[in-house]
């Protein structure tokens, strides 16, 4: 499914042609996208979609302003066409820039980059696929009490060229497998799914091996018997303040929505209010503010192979690297690229990232993590005299500011003297981003730490739908305020 070479070199070749001189830098970045996806609905075959797109984004420096202009036709004059057009934008841009920028914000990269893939999708075929997923769905219906029971695969194959006029000539290569499953039991009014670890979390890079692993079938059995454990042997969360232990699959959400989203630099300047929201940081606080507990380390790290989220550089060019975001506690990183760190004033990330070739490239999360401590999950449960644990997202809420926020999860357990006792239902739990994280009390050793991701991360406009990893340990907050749902 590569871009040919031909195309590599039609790329060389428009560039050689471009004579004009008001242009101080064109590049182009090819992309071919193959995406597939596979879903069953009570053993039975319920969606086989197979989408595949190939263009090119042509961007130009003219004036000190970026231009783009994306094309499906991979020819010369398409391609110069769509240079033309490019710089019309640029100069419109130029009448009314804030900033002026230069070709340091696109470096020159001679680089490869491709994801481990032990199993190729090409291993498998489309009937091997739906067999396993029909077994799925059906080892899930161990009683007539499950109403509905679902099981799904997505796989991303992407061939990726970038092409300057400053001498990059480098390519990326992702294989990306998302899978999911779940059961829905029914008792009476009391209706409770229960997935593999929350919708779609299960995001890596890599291949079949993340389906077809060792573990998949005691998680299957595992997610239908704690549907039933949640529909016939629950209680309702109780709405009272708790000490809260979040598993890793929650953890992901927490991180994603009051971590990542905040210090995004683009939406810190003001790009995304009129769409995505806005921030609670400033500029200023970078360096001096206290976002967390000590015990909060937060890195941003593109380079961990089999994490959603993993590149080489970024869809400008920039190298990639793992860098802290929040180290003990302090803020000392914003989620920026070339642009955002030039118009900032600050130390910024590669992470300007396009969905697609017809999106430019914005800032956007990758894998943002949060480092483990030294506690093991009894040391963390031992302590806690009132408590409880919740896993997988369910629901979530917050603020435009990604300040005030609440979410919801599918499965709980009440802690009672340091043990885990009585199954809850619809837990919830609210907070406010700093306050949440200044009650970070305990944060689980490696042994704790599990990897996931989501591959609907939205943002910008036009509107782009991006991957992100995320790993976390388990963590410990203290007194939170938890509720339950309607019964």
Not at 145 to 172: H, M, P, Y
Request: proline share 3%.
């Amino acid at each position: 499914m590569s871009i040919t070479n031909g195309v590599t070199a039609l790329f060389h070749r428009v560039l050689s042609q471009i004579s004009d001189p008001s242009i101080e830098w064109v590049g182009f970045r090819g992309l071919r996208k193959i995406t597939t996806q596979y879903f069953v609905r009570d053993g039975l075959p319920d969606e086989n979609d197979r989408n595949d797109t190939h263009g090119v984004m042509v961007e130009v420096l003219v004036n000190g302003q970026f231009g783009y202009a994306a094309t499906a036709r991979l020819t010369e004059e398409g391609m110069h066409r769509a240079v033309a057009e490019a710089k019309i934008q640029a100069q419109a841009a130029a009448r009314f820039a804030v900033h002026e920028f230069s070709i340091a914000q696109r470096p020159r990269n001679v680089s490869t980059y491709q994801s481990d893939c032990l199993k190729p999708f090409s291993g498998i075929s489309a009937a091997d696929v739906y067999g396993e997923l029909i077994r799925i769905s059906s080892r899930l219906k161990i009683s007539d009490r499950i109403v509905k029971t679902t099981a799904f695969i997505r796989t991303v194959e992407t061939d990726l060229r970038f092409v300057t006029s400053n001498g990059s000539n480098a390519s990326q290569q992702f294989s990306l497998i998302t899978t999911d499953f779940e059961a829905t039991a029914r008792n009476g009014n009391i209706v409770q799914s229960r997935s593999d670890g929350g919708f779609r979390a299960k995001s890596y890079q890599g291949g079949w091996e993340f389906f077809l692993s060792d573990d998949l079938w005691m998680r299957v059995n595992q997610v239908a018997e704690q549907a039933l454990e949640l529909a016939f042997d629950s209680v309702e969360c109780p709405d009272t303040t708790l000490d809260l232990v979040l598993k890793p699959d929650q953890m992901m959400l927490q991180i994603h929505e009051t971590v990542g989203h905040p210090l995004e630099l683009d939406r810190i300047l003001g790009d995304e209010r009129n769409f995505a929201g806005w921030s609670f940081v400033n500029t200023g606080d970078f360096g001096c503010l206290q976002y967390g507990s000590p015990l909060m380390n937060v890195t941003f790290d593109p380079t961990s192979k089999t994490q959603f989220a993993s590149y080489g550089f970024d869809d400008t060019g920039v190298q990639a690297a793992c860098e802290h975001l929040i180290k003990d506690g302090l803020l000392v990183r914003g989620l920026g690229g070339s642009e955002s760190q030039l118009r900032s004033k600050l130390a910024g990330v590669a992470n300007m990232r396009a969905t697609s070739w017809n999106r430019p490239a914005i800032d956007r999360m990758a894998n943002i993590n949060l480092e483990p401590g030294n506690s093991s999950f009894d040391e963390i449960l031992t302590d806690i005299k009132s408590g409880v644990l919740m896993e997988s997202n369910r629901s979530w809420s917050i603020d435009d500011f990604r300040n005030k926020f609440q979410f919801g999860c599918e499965y709980g357990k009440l802690i009672e003297n340091g043990r885990l006792t009585t199954t809850v239902r619809n837990p919830n739990y609210r907070g406010i981003t700093l306050p949440f994280w200044h009650s970070l009390k305990k944060v689980g050793n490696a042994s704790t730490v599990t990897q996931h991701g989501t591959p609907y991360c939205g943002k910008g406009e036009p509107h782009q739908i991006i991957g992100v990893g995320h790993t976390s340990p388990v963590c410990l907050f203290e007194q939170i305020n938890v509720f339950g749902g309607a019964e």
